[in-house]
């Protein structure tokens, strides 16, 4: 949900620079504009939670530090910028902010390079070992055959890469919060398969009390409808539900003046009737699934009053809304607690792919043991063997010790001296080793 305001901004922004891509821009003199009194310092606002997630918001909220662009942009309508409308305001933009565009752009080619090394490196130079794709993947929010400059391709990139992370980002909210509930009731099964007949009786009439109990509760008012938005109006605005101003009430939760209700100022509008149903205190009330609530109700009102789907909903979407049927509508909001998430389909599969990894962890870990055993029986077999060498040695340390003759055989010998003659192993040479006369030359 924090990721919804920059997201917004995001959108609107980038969309309507690249929508007007193909528009001929016109040509203008900016020498004698003033350039912007405000300092071009690095700019803060909510991590969106992409991997490029600092660039992104810098280039947004420097384009919108242009005072001219920003108000251009703030006055027109998405068919404007659809139509291309806006492509000459481009021009208007100051040259340092896009100088500072180009600087950002470089300092996100640097980081992607050295993110690049440090994978590189990672895989010991083994460019093999490295996943290309992956890598080029990093390189799908900006135009790399261009290091230098921004360009209106990399708002062109920029956008697509942002718009398709940001739509899988709720979609995948939405995958991890089945698996949560499926994990949650695969937990409880289990816990009741290890109980007695008794407790289980217990256990399942105690889980049937906190469900009832959790279903109580004051009527939800559909999101987005009449009776949703006058109770926001009295209970959190303090004012008469008979004074109801639709105008008034956008105004009032347009809480940064932008002229849209973005998505986290759409959540907060929730609160109340999320508060009939969820209380931290109770036991019965799960806080997880009052985030999921939140974020259906949230989708409910975009699907019905974004038309243009920029994730942001203007006052003239806001106004038309109000004189649609569906706005009075007064049919109570079908929470969690009346639709489950999950087929029983789905927790079996799931129940059975849990049973697959235990089992296949199981059968590593008999793997892992029995190559454990394996090991230990080398290690008695190196010890048995380093045992007999030293014992091995020992005896012949105390053979040596006790007697002299081995010593006097192990004695060294001085150089240039026969070797000694040990009595008892005197043996006569073999008659071809016996002296002979051997004649000398020149004598007779």
Known sequence: MVRGKSLVHCGLVLLSLWLCIQSVPIKVDTTKEKPPVEELEPPKSTDTGLHYDR???????????DPHFKEKLRNANMDDIKLGKLSKELDFVHHNFRTKLDELKREEMNRLRMLIKAKHDIQGGNARGVEHQALLKQFEHLNHMNPETFEVEDLDRLIKSATTDLEDFDKGRHDEFKRYEMIKEHERRERMKAMTEEERQREEQHYQELQKKHNTHPKVNHPGSEDQLKEVWKESDGMDPEDFDPKTFFNMHDYNGDGYIDENELEALFTKELEKVYDPENEEDD?????????????????????DKDRLVSLSEFMTATKKEEFLEKD???????????????????????????????????ELQMQTAELQRKQEELNAQRSGLQQAVEDMERIKASNPEVKQMEAPVPEGHPAPIVPGNIQSLPPVHQQQDVPVPGHS
Request: hydrophobic fraction near 30%; proline fraction near 1%.
């Open 55 to 65: 660039y992104l918001r810098e280039v947004i909220e420097y384009l919108e530090k």
């Open 287 to 307: 806080m997880v699934e009052m985030e999921e609530e939140r974020l259906r109700m949230r989708e409910h009102v975009m699907s019905e009053v974004d038309k």
């Open 332 to 366: 109570e909001w079908e929470t969690l607690d009346q639709t489950r998430p999950y087929t029983d389909e789905e927790l079996r599969e799931y129940e059975q792919q849990l049973a697959n990894e235990e089992s296949d962890i199981n059968r590593k870990a008999v």
